[in-house]
């Protein structure tokens, strides 16, 4: 086909059958969108209807059978030739399907010239994949990973054209220990099947392989860390799949596999936690002392209660309502204009996030004139916690629809902490109540929240303990302490969750990397009725 200045094809018009009726078909490159309207006058407004290019699976050559729609009177006049173009359909809260359409003509090359020039035009949509890595935990959640990535999520990889490699997981830190070996740079991504535990195994297999074959030593904290630009797909088979949730707005096996067939990107930011300069982990969602570290320490020890388990753990520790003493230092993350008291959250196209990227290509550019981190002021605050919390992203998931932080964002390069102080039980039952509904969770005189770029976290008992004093004292008095449950004063020390994994020290230094990696997502859209919705309600009434 003759190609427009800068590659464009010229528009495509045909006369084609859609359902029982003649439609005006357009494939127009410009405007990036398969559109059709009746041809008969007068036209009126709402009558074209489109499906952008971007949005389409995959299209195929179809034989009409008798299965087909009634097409009154063509299909005896003359043998027809076909095509069904796969498409996403978007459904209600963030939810997305696939949907078809079959167009319809007797001429058979037309028909060719439509399936050829479509095909093209999927094939220069250069941000989707067509090879995927794919591991998958059979263990997470319910156990249902082999079985939804099976039934659910191959079925449309085939028909997108997109080759995987699988391998299902046999142990923890298979996939992890794995990433290290493969030659990872041969794929367009790597999709993890699980929960949020599965998706933390990739992020750390895919982000130490990039800083290992960059001769970056992760045990520095301060170490610029290379960029991951290997997209992560997430098909949430887990128990709480916060990071799918909170990135696509649903947390559905479908939703996720067609965001990685149209090949969508979304930076996150990533936070690292080191102790005294040896490198802990990594977390993109929750690092939680407290509240959220107890849950998760009781919660490892009911692991064959499935997701029950954080039901449980939580009640329980709720009604021991300990509190930690303890100092955090932080700086304020000034390079962002938001506040974690924004009314707007973050959405797809974020400008807040977009003014951050912007700020670290610019970064890039000047390589090494960074890091006045140093020379700016650290804040300090000490006392008594009930939880200390800091997301990168809201940590929105089913069980918390807005998320910890409801106004955090996915790739501004901060995180929000979240200080809950030491209050009443029934204050705090308020507070988590604010988790599930639509009231200001960081209304209250015992939370306080500050938007950062990092911080450090000493627990009392190791400041005590590196000012000398003995620690067997100090342990035998923690243990006579939590054997009197109604004293909520413990000595002992919380233990910090990292993403739903335990960490062994209590002493952190947690730094943001601003957009370090990337997902097969787009963030959450806005729920208005845009153009795209308009025109698959329109298809469904036409056929
Ligand atoms: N084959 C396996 N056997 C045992 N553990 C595994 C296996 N594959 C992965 N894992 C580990 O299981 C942990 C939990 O997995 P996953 O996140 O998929 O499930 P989950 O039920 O949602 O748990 P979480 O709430 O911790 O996210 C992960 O940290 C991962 O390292
Ligand atoms: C009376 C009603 C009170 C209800 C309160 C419900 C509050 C739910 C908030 C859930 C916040 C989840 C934050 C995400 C953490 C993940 O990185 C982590 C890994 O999957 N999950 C947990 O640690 C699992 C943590 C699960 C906690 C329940
Ligand atoms: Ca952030």
Known sequence: MERLPGGRRPRLVSSLGLGRRSWEVTLDDERGRLAWRDPRPPRRAGENCFVPISEIIAVEETEFNKKQRNIGR??????LH???VYYVKKARNHRWRCSDMTFWCVDEPICNQWIQALKELLEMQKSR?????????PYGGKRQGKRIYEQKVAPLFSMASISTDVVITEHANHAKDNLFEVNIYKYDGVVCVGGDGMFSEVMHGLIGRMQKDSGIDQNNPKASLVQCNIRIGIIPAGSTDCICYSTVGISDPVTSALHIIVGDCQPLDVSSVHHNNTFLKYSVSLLGYGFYGDILKDS???????????DYSGFKTFLSHHYYEGTIAYQPAKHTHGSPR????CRTGCYICKKSEKQLAEQHKECGLKHEEGEEEWKVVKGKFLAINAVSMSCACPRSPKGLSPAAHLADGSADLILVRKCSRFDFLRYLVRHTNQDDQFDFP???VYRVKCFQ???KLSEDNESNVMDIVKKRFGQFCRDHPACCCNIVNSTWNCDGETLDSSAIEVRVHCQLMKLFARGIEENCKDEAAYSQSSVEQLL
């Open 74 to 79: 063509w299909h005896k006049m003359a043998k």
């Open 82 to 84: 076909a095509f069904t």
């Open 300 to 310: 490892e020890k009911k692991r064959w209660m499935g997701p029950m388990r954080y």
């Open 342 to 345: 924004d009314k707007e959250s």
């Open 129 to 137: 994949p067509k090879h995927l890595l794919v591991y998958i935990n």
């Open 457 to 459: 976290f000493t627990s």
């Open 446 to 448: 015992f939370v306080d």
